[in-house]
């Protein structure tokens, strides 16, 4: 049995993933800890564990063999770091830390302790991407040339978004921050570390944070990636283009299609199964030795592209790695 405590109840993603936990007969929620007791408490309740107002006292239970954080994001490095010292096993929501530098020091804690560390990158699990990855390690489309991410909703616009979204302190950012997190990662899957971010990052609804955002990223081969996203953007269904030197792949759009042409006619490849969601695959890590795919590592790269990102929005520059 594994036991798990809850750290943060701020999250919009918290309540999935406890339920998940709770739902799982090999795992067992025995605390929760929150930097608002109010809401802490509430969680708490609802998933039957004690809540616990101290960290480190949480930390310091024997029945806590790991910890699930779904915090503000600007409390992600101390609760990281002294979980990674108390030698519990982490699984957290993206992004890992807003600053690179608070990351490598969350990667040196982690290294350190011998946890079995997890980031939540779903769409890393998902079939379509499973397959995209697979065909561009075959060089199916030659090399890569230049690839498109367009992740987007219309939270803001549309005035459905929790008011914690736009709380630049918490989150770090906004839509890039957030939904844009999800292209970054794959980016960095799939190409690897870009040489230099350059972004464009504006304000349509919201005064805050940015809710209309894009970054393009140069690698040491001549290709060009770019990140899109936004919370001011209404049916705009996820969209994937790459094109290489053999041939071109889309994927997404208004019919979800995953399809690509190297020499003949359109195709459309076959795909395997989904993996499970990384918390299951995190959970499993831990109870049977598992490899954990979405590690510490790929955490930092995320936290280093984004704040690359940001940097070159805030300075109007292009931002070399």
Same mark, same amino acid.
């Given at each position: 049995?594994?036991?798990?405590?809850?750290?943060?109840a701020w999250?919009?993603?918290f309540?999935?993933?406890?339920?998940?936990?709770?739902g799982?007969?090999?795992?067992?929620?025995?605390?929760?800890?929150?930097?608002?007791?109010?809401?802490?408490?509430?969680?708490?309740?609802?998933?039957?564990?004690?809540?616990v107002?101290?960290?480190?006292?949480? @930390?310091?239970?024997?029945?806590?063999?790991?910890?699930?954080?779904?915090? &503000?994001?600007? %409390?992600?490095?101390? @609760?990281?770091?002294?979980?990674?010292k108390?030698?519990k096993?982490?699984?957290?929501?993206? +992004?890992?830390?807003?600053?690179?530098a608070?990351?490598l020091?969350m990667?040196?804690? +982690?290294?350190?302790?011998?946890?079995?560390?997890?980031?939540s990158?779903?769409?890393?699990?998902?079939?379509?991407?499973?397959?995209?990855?697979?065909? %561009?390690?075959?060089?199916?489309?030659?090399?890569?040339?230049?690839?498109? !991410?367009?992740?987007?909703?219309?939270? &803001?616009?549309?005035?459905? *978004?929790? $008011?914690?979204?736009?709380?630049? /302190?918490?989150?770090?950012?906004?839509?890039m921050m957030? *939904?844009?997190?999800?292209? !970054? =990662?794959?980016?960095?899957?799939?190409?690897?570390r870009?040489?230099s971010v350059?972004?464009?990052?504006t304000?349509?609804?919201?005064?805050? +944070?940015?809710?209309?955002?894009?970054?393009?990223?140069?690698?040491?081969?001549g290709?060009?990636?770019?990140?899109?996203?936004?919370?001011v953007?209404?049916?705009?269904?996820?969209? #994937?283009?790459?094109?290489?030197?053999?041939?071109?792949?889309?994927?997404?759009?208004? !019919?979800?299609? %995953?399809?690509?042409?190297t020499?003949g006619?359109? $195709?459309?490849? /076959? @795909?395997? $199964?989904?993996?499970?969601?990384?918390?299951?695959?995190?959970i499993?890590?831990?109870l049977?030795?598992?490899e954990?795919p979405?590690?510490?590592?790929?955490?930092?790269? #995320?936290?280093?592209? !984004?704040?690359?990102? =940001?940097?070159s929005?805030?300075?109007?520059?292009?931002?070399? *790695?």
């Amino acid at each position: 049995m594994l036991n798990i405590a809850l750290v943060g109840a701020w999250h919009v993603h918290f309540h999935g993933y406890a339920k998940n936990v709770a739902g799982r007969i090999d795992c067992k929620i025995t605390a929760l800890w929150d930097d608002d007791p109010a809401r802490g408490s509430a969680a708490a309740e609802e998933f039957a564990c004690e809540f616990v107002g101290d960290y480190g006292a949480l @930390l310091a239970r024997p029945d806590v063999d790991a910890i699930l954080v779904s915090s &503000a994001t600007n %409390l992600h490095p101390e @609760l990281i770091i002294k979980a990674a010292k108390a030698k519990k096993h982490i699984f957290t929501e993206k +992004v890992l830390a807003v600053k690179y530098a608070d990351a490598l020091e969350m990667k040196k804690a +982690v290294d350190g302790s011998g946890v079995k560390f997890c980031i939540s990158f779903p769409w890393r699990c998902r079939a379509d991407f499973l397959c995209i990855k697979d065909m %561009l390690e075959k060089k199916v489309l030659g090399d890569v040339t230049y690839i498109r !991410m367009r992740n987007a909703h219309n939270g &803001a616009s549309g005035n459905w *978004l929790p $008011e914690t979204f736009y709380d630049k /302190e918490a989150c770090g950012g906004g839509a890039m921050m957030d *939904l844009g997190a999800h292209p !970054m =990662y794959l980016l960095n899957w799939l190409m690897g570390r870009p040489k230099s971010v350059m972004s464009a990052f504006t304000n349509v609804t919201v005064e805050s +944070v940015e809710d209309n955002a894009v970054s393009v990223l140069e690698y040491a081969n001549g290709a060009i990636g770019v990140s899109e996203t936004a919370f001011v953007a209404e049916n705009n269904p996820f969209s #994937l283009e790459i094109v290489g030197t053999k041939g071109s792949l889309f994927a997404g759009g208004p !019919m979800s299609i %995953l399809t690509y042409k190297t020499d003949g006619d359109w $195709e459309t490849p /076959e @795909l395997d $199964e989904t993996l499970p969601s990384p918390l299951d695959i995190w959970i499993d890590g831990i109870l049977d030795g598992s490899e954990i795919p979405f590690d510490i590592d790929d955490a930092v790269a #995320l936290t280093e592209i !984004m704040d690359a990102a =940001y940097r070159s929005h805030e300075g109007g520059c292009k931002v070399m *790695l």
